[in-house]
């Protein structure tokens, strides 16, 4: 079945530790975003990548990382200077960036700092 | 700047009874609009969504919106709500012609609770 993959489905981190949160996708899609969701605040993004190679920052990037070295791959890193990083990480997908494609979430990764 | 407001965080209905979200949104040409739901602790599925055409757009689920220009609105609607409806519930906006945008916006969510 093609879709959206995020591992783990939980994570805890110490304060001041990275960590790397994983998202796969088998459905061919050229685009990938990460979001991030707090209770009452909706979704906001944080990093999308339109290709391979390629990412912009979305509206709060800071403290926040990228990567996307394969088509299939988009991992994200929570750095140590995200100073709130507890919430729950959407990651998803689309044939493109026009506006008019429908994005595929995956499952969601919920973070908490201890 | 393109935005999305639901005015109403959290809605309780009871089963059986018909259900409106609302949802209002700012961008000067004609968006494209989107109804995403999420269930508690998972991803965002995908309801239905407007590019152009007829108003009145079906979906999933047995849900229905209509976008209406002169209001700024896309509001979601279903006839008899299934306890299985309890969900969260997210209005979307895209088209990015004249922002350099190039991902969804979305409203802050409308809880739904549905009654017995």
């Known amino acids: 079945d093609g879709g959206i993959t995020q591992s783990p489905k939980y994570l805890f981190r110490k304060e001041g530790q990275n960590v790397t949160l994983s998202c796969e996708q088998n459905?061919?899609?050229?685009?990938m975003y990460w979001y991030r969701q707090d209770p009452g605040q909706g979704l906001r993004l944080i990093y999308y990548?339109?290709?391979?190679?390629?990412?912009q920052k979305g509206d709060i990037a800071e403290g926040y990382s990228v990567s996307r070295e394969k088509k299939e791959s988009f991992p994200l890193t929570v750095t140590s200077a995200q100073k709130n990083p507890t919430a729950f990480y959407l990651c998803a997908s689309s044939t493109g960036t026009s506006g008019s494609n429908e994005q595929f979430f995956g499952p969601g990764t919920r973070l908490t700092v201890l | 700047a393109q935005s999305v407001t639901q005015p109403d965080i959290h809605i309780t209905v009871s089963e059986g009874a018909s259900l409106e979200l609302r949802c209002n949104y700012s961008?000067?040409?004609?968006?494209?609009l989107f109804w995403y739901v999420q269930s508690p602790g998972q991803g965002l599925q995908l309801l239905l969504k407007y590019f152009s055409g007829d108003t009145l757009v079906q979906g999933i689920k047995g849900f229905e919106a209509e976008f209406k220009r002169s209001q700024s609105s896309f509001n979601l609607r279903k006839p008899s709500v299934h306890w299985s409806d309890a969900a969260e519930y997210f209005c979307?906006?895209?088209?990015?012609?004249?922002?350099?945008?190039?991902?969804?916006?979305f409203g802050s969510g409308t809880r739904l609770q549905v009654q017995p």
């Open positions: 990548s339109q290709i391979v190679n390629d990412f």
């Open positions: 979307a906006v895209g088209n990015f012609m004249d922002t350099g945008r190039r991902a969804l916006t």
């Open positions: 961008y000067g040409a004609t968006p494209y």
């Open positions: 459905l061919n899609h050229d685009a």
